[in-house]
């Protein structure tokens, strides 16, 4: 029997806006997302794949714009021989009746939309088992019914839902559970589920396969997609992690003593090839303590690098200050400057004040530090 290959992938979320990012950097995201389906259908051209199965959740919302479905069917449409089998996740759940219509009714030949738990022969001894979502709470294991199904002898049985499995947990923290024994109770040769962002293995038949886009500093890393190959009915299936993403998402975390040097610290996190920097995205939290002067100049280097990446975040919260006699020096010996450094610096040691407000107190005297520091220059 012919082996059988396809790209297993979920949770593309079209036409989600990112609105907690700054706008320019909402514009690249949004248009990476977008462009997520040409992607993945080259990553299905590259391992000799003419199916991809998506586990839900393509689009972001149940009432995504025209323009958002209507070129995505374009995409997918774009190359006629690659076959397209889509389910409704919890986010495009079937409850958005007119959005599923629309795309029944505009998709071309290669994409299937599928609206009920019913099996389907996808190729020649090949059954889909998929399991739409209804509604965004179901309220059941969607996938309970695949166990009972009966399928032609010889047919490789693959099941398609969302959601999370009874000892995983949902991305969202309230999708409806799906028994983890689910693939050998179905007798099914591969289970692709989606929900979680990461890519994910529960056993050697049923497996996550992330988002393709990254949309958070949650899962790091470049999105990825799930090339799968089924020898045989029976026969573990073959699995190969593919990056599809465009942006890199980097969350790490610096930890800085006054004895390091924090210039070198800091840089030693940032990626070796600089030409990838605008497709990469940053989260930096800095924790431990270091001296006044020293935090002036990373912030300084900080901004010098900052502009080059798609997205940075400096997370400092955590980082304490020394100060010493020195450093008023610096900002003022005397004066109603120096009157009000001394007054910063008492209020952010101060332990019997709460640690919001030392924190405030030790951030307007870096400030103030900073701004002198600046005027001298």
């Given amino acids: 029997m012919t082996e059988f290959r396809f790209i297993h992938t979920s949770d593309l979320h079209l036409g989600k806006r990112f609105g907690n990012f700054p706008e320019e950097v909402r514009g690249d995201l949004v248009q990476a997302r977008q462009s997520i389906l040409a992607s993945l259908a080259n990553a299905a051209r590259d391992h000799g794949a003419a199916h991809i199965l998506v586990a ?43 959005l599923w219509q629309n795309m029944v009714d505009h998709a071309p030949a290669n994409v299937h939309v599928l609206r009920a738990a019913e099996p389907v022969e996808i190729a020649p001894r090949v059954t889909l088992l998929p399991a739409p979502a209804p509604r965004r709470f179901p309220g059941a294991d969607l996938t309970a019914w695949m166990t009972s199904c009966a399928t032609p002898d010889g047919h490789m049985r693959i099941g398609l839902a969302h959601g ?13 559970t799906i028994a ?61 992690e593919v ?48 001296h006044l002067p020293a935090r002036m100049r990373l912030a300084e280097a900080v901004n010098q690098v900052a502009p080059e990446f798609c997205h940075f975040e400096f997370d400092e919260h955590q980082l304490q200050t020394e ?27 101060d332990e019997d004040a709460a640690k919001w407000d030392r924190d405030v107190a030790a951030a307007a005297l ?8 600046g005027a001298e220059q």
């Fill in 164 to 176: 999370g499995v009874l000892d995983f947990g949902s991305d969202d923290g309230n999708s409806e």
């Fill in 243 to 290: 990056a599809v993403g465009r942006f890199d998402w980097q969350e790490m975390e610096l930890q800085l003593t006054p004895e390091l040097d924090p210039l070198a610290a800091f840089s030693s996190l940032l990626p070796e090839k600089r030409q990838t920097w605008r497709d990469t995205l940053i989260k930096v939290r800095a924790t431990g303590w270091m």
């Fill in 366 to 373: 870096n400030r103030l530090y900073g701004f002198v520091k």
């Fill in 56 to 98: 839900g959740d393509v689009f972001d919302t149940e009432t995504p714009s025209d323009r958002v479905w209507r070129q995505a069917l374009t995409a997918m449409g774009a190359t006629p021989e690659l076959h397209w089998w889509i389910i409704p996740g919890n986010h495009d759940s079937l409850t958005a009746e007119n």
């Fill in 323 to 349: 100060y010493s006699p020195d450093d008023l020096n610096e900002i003022a010996r005397s004066g109603a400057l120096r009157l009000a450094a001394e007054q910063l610096q008492s209020a952010a040691e």
């Fill in 180 to 240: 983890p024994d689910r693939a050998e109770t179905a007798q099914l040769d591969y289970l692709a589920l989606g929900d979680w962002h990461g890519v994910w293995t529960l056993n050697d038949r049923t497996r996550y396969s992330g988002a393709p886009e990254r949309d958070r500093f949650k899962h790091t890393g470049r999105g990825l997609c799930l090339a799968v190959t089924l020898p045989a009915p029976g026969v573990i299936p073959l699995v190969e």
